[in-house]
């Protein structure tokens, strides 16, 4: 498998849960600012959508999408438990967090993040995303992940989105439960290894 990233965006998700799941798969880094791989190839040839992350198997089928990508990384290992098993409620408990990670959250940043927008636009956004924070910070209260005491990719996605926080002024230190989750999860080896591998941390 290849996954394609940009370091530090939403597809460090999908780093981190290849990284969990130990399975073997070569990450290839197509910068978003530029769209060029590091042997000048446009990355439009590749995914004409232009973002990341993209996950290519090995007989050429692609996945796009960041929330489906885990789920599908997770189902390749399921001994694992990166996510509750198909058909039960606890799957759909990890895709609703999933859809809101991706729906409320990641796509409440994004504005935040994109050159020209408005000062009131983003200071909307801003005000938006901290009222789900704080939600989250709320639902973490007595647990240790957001399934409960079991680690899943629903994790991984927070992590990294919540991570954002920092490039755009919004302070969790007042999330007490948050912050000390996302201290948690930042420990683990594999996110470790996923982030000195996109050059995040040395």
């Known amino acids: ?55 290519v198997l090995d007989d050429g089928r692609q996945l796009h999408e960041c929330a489906v990508i885990l789920q599908y990384v997770a189902d390749l290992v399921p001994d694992q438990q990166l996510a509750p098993a198909n058909g039960t409620f606890e799957r759909y408990k990890l895709q609703e967090w999933l859809n809101f990670i991706a729906t409320e959250l990641h796509k409440g940043f994004s504005p935040l993040f994109a050159p ?18 704080q939600w989250v910070d709320g639902e973490l209260g007595g647990t240790s992940f957001l399934l409960g005491n079991t680690f899943t990719v629903a994790d991984i996605y927070l992590f990294v989105v919540a991570g954002w ?29 996923a982030l000195r591998a996109e050059g995040l941390i040395k």
């Open 116 to 133: 020209g927008m408005p000062d009131e636009a983003k200071a909307i956004n801003k005000t938006r995303v901290i009222g789900r924070l």
């Open 1 to 55: 498998m290849k996954l394609y990233y940009s370091a530090g965006a939403c597809s460090l998700a999908p780093h981190i849960a290849l990284k969990e799941s130990g399975l073997d798969f070569a990450a290839i880094a197509a910068p978003t600012k530029t769209h060029k791989l590091a042997d000048g190839t446009d990355y439009y040839s590749i995914n004409p959508l232009g973002y990341v992350p993209l996950l």
């Open 165 to 193: 926080s920092k490039h755009v002024g919004i302070d969790l230190s007042g999330m007490t439960h948050l912050s000390a989750y996302l201290a948690r999860i930042s420990a683990r080896p594999a996110v470790q290894d």
